[in-house]
């Protein structure tokens, strides 16, 4: 059974950091290329950030860029999102995916709220 469990997420003031962490099993880990998605209240769900199996990385969403990092683990079948300078439009559901070919995994979210 594949499982996607996400951690770290929580309650954060304006300017701080977080730090998510994905955890894959049921799956060949480095076979797939991961990525982190948020879902902001009342807004559509979207990509924040990519990475192959090998590590090469992309931000996907401008708003990020220079603020947020992903990384991977594959001896931990771990990816993580080092989130920095947080601010309150950074609230959201932050989803991790795991892909491979057409297939597609997601985790169930861990929520960032970021407020003074």
């Known amino acids: 059974q594949v499982q996607l469990v996400e951690s770290g997420g929580g309650l954060v003031q304006p300017g701080g950091s977080l730090r998510l962490s994905c955890v894959a099993s049921?799956?060949?880990?480095?076979?797939?290329?991961m990525a982190w998605y948020r879902q902001a209240p009342g807004k559509e769900r979207e990509l924040v950030a990519t990475?192959?199996?090998?590590?090469?990385?992309?931000d996907d969403a401008a708003s990020v860029k220079g603020r947020f990092t992903i990384s991977r683990d594959n001896g931990k079948n771990t990816v993580y999102l080092q989130m920095n300078s947080l601010k309150p439009e950074d609230t959201a559901v932050y989803y991790c995916?795991?892909?491979?070919?057409?297939?597609?995994?997601w985790g169930k979210g861990t929520l960032v709220t970021v407020s003074s």
């Open positions: 995916n795991a892909r491979y070919s057409l297939v597609r995994y």
């Open positions: 049921g799956i060949t880990f480095s076979k797939y290329a």
């Open positions: 990475i192959t199996t090998v590590g090469g990385s992309t």
